[in-house]
């Protein structure tokens, strides 16, 4: 089981479900990755995107998850 849909969540899921683990993933908020998102500003008529500062290329991890094909994935909301 992994606790936490942020950016780590998700990257632990895939790599033990690529190891033959069956894996759960839980996530509080009704969207994945944590801190990063766009907020929707009216005012300005912008999306900014807040935590384009974590996506650096010192994070190879992240890189090797968005390379990776979707895989299937079943969803459960309560």
């Known amino acids: 089981m ?8 998700p990257a632990s899921t895939v790599w ?6 069956r894996v759960t993933l ?3 908020r009704a969207r ?3 801190r990063t998102q766009a907020l929707c500003v009216p005012e ?3 999306l900014p ?3 384009q500062h ?6 190879e991890h ?3 998850l968005r390379a990776r094909p979707r895989a299937p994935l079943k969803l459960l909301r309560r």
Do not use: I
Not at 2 to 9: H, P, R
Not at 16 to 21: M, S, V
Not at 54 to 59: L, R, S
């Open 16 to 21: 033990l479900a690529e190891a033959g683990h």
């Open 2 to 9: 992994v606790v936490g849909g942020g950016l780590a969540g």
């Open 26 to 28: 839980l996530e509080r």
């Open 49 to 51: 995107d807040n935590g």
């Open 44 to 46: 300005v008529d912008d």
């Open 54 to 59: 974590v996506v650096a290329t010192g994070y």
């Open 62 to 64: 992240l890189f090797r």
């Open 32 to 34: 994945l990755g944590g």
